[in-house]
């Protein structure tokens, strides 16, 4: 892989007031967290319920509609490593396929414009660059969401990408009324199947991405050897996917992807997999021989039964 490391950030300056114009374009998808009543736009400043929930809107233009801080281990560190690992092209045949499969699978809306919501979005990169290449193969108006509960992760998507609307929210209470989507990204994060059936359009789809039993595995064995953490299954991910919705097509996206000592550092740091690993384990990794790094996945696309 190349050293000259590419910049997807759609720009550098921060546009809060079209942030603004597009939440009050797409207004009737909100739903108020705590009444679950719909909202309206409030001098372009939050959004606010009849029942006066209110809900700021930040000076970047993301929305945070959770009710309390969350307890969990998504930091700014793990999304600098994350986009640094992004930037590289790490996840790119992914989101390839992701594209095929939505171009394959998804007809156009009859009002000629799609909305996309990724479920767990992080720092926004994978639904950025699925956009963008959604859009260089057909005319059909895309508006992108993404909602994750790590407030730096959706701090870092608002900052850097412009076009998509970014709120901090729970998958656990979508804050979205129902059958508003056409398209559910659920990439490497974790599922709610009731709300996403609830916030799927009757033609609308899921694709969820889960990680095979080769992901990382280099990185699985040099840190955790001889343990039972060492292999990984995702037969029970995609059982539970069937039981909840009716699967169309999976497809497994398989590829190699070569790192140097620093990328290893950062994809370590990215990683859940690395949080239950001793600093030993983690020095030891650093100091072996890993060049390559295997990419495994299972990506699954379904319809609500």
């Keep these: ?16 007031a079209a942030r603004k114009v597009k939440i009050k374009e797409n207004i009737d998808i909100f739903k108020c967290p705590v009444c679950g009543d719909r909202m309206h736009l409030g001098d372009y400043k939050s959004i606010i319920c009849p029942n006066k929930h209110c809900f700021d809107i930040s000076r970047s233009g993301y929305v945070n ?3 309390k801080p969350p307890k969990h281990k998504y930091d700014k560190e793990m999304f600098e490593a994350r986009n640094i690992i992004c930037s590289m092209g790490f996840f790119d045949p992914l989101i390839d396929a992701i594209v095929g499969l939505i171009l394959n699978n998804v007809s156009d809306n009859a009002s000629g414009s799609i909305r996309i919501l990724d479920a767990g979005c992080g720092e926004g990169y994978h639904l950025s660059q699925i956009i963008k290449k959604l859009q260089q193969n057909q005319g059909t108006h895309l508006q992108g969401i ?58 609308g789809v899921l694709i969820k991405v889960a990680p ?21 299954s995702n037969e029970k991910t995609i059982e539970h996917f069937g039981r ?38 983690i020095r030891k990794a650093l100091d072996g021989k890993i060049d390559r790094i ?6 699954i696309i379904g319809k609500s039964r």
């Design 1 to 16: 892989m190349s050293q000259n490391k590419q910049n997807h950030k759609e720009n550098t300056g921060i546009n809060p």
């Design 65 to 67: 509609l959770l009710l």
């Design 146 to 203: 993404g909602i994750d509960i790590s407030k730096d992760g959706i701090q870092f998507a608002a900052k850097n990408y412009q076009s998509i609307m970014w709120c901090v929210a729970d998958l656990a209470k979508i804050p979205f009324m129902d059958k508003k989507f056409d398209i559910v990204l659920n990439i490497l994060s974790p599922s709610n199947y009731s709300e996403f059936s609830r916030i799927i359009g009757n033609e």
């Design 212 to 232: 095979d039993s080769g992901y990382l595995k280099e990185l699985r064995n040099a840190l955790y050897q001889g343990t039972n953490r060492e292999q990984y």
């Design 244 to 281: 909840n919705f009716r699967i169309m097509n999976t497809q497994k996206v398989m590829y190699n992807v070569s790192v140097n000592r620093e990328e290893l550092s950062h994809l370590i740091k990215m990683t859940p997999l690395s949080w239950r690993a001793s600093d030993e384990a």
């Design 294 to 299: 295997t990419a495994d996945f299972t990506v």
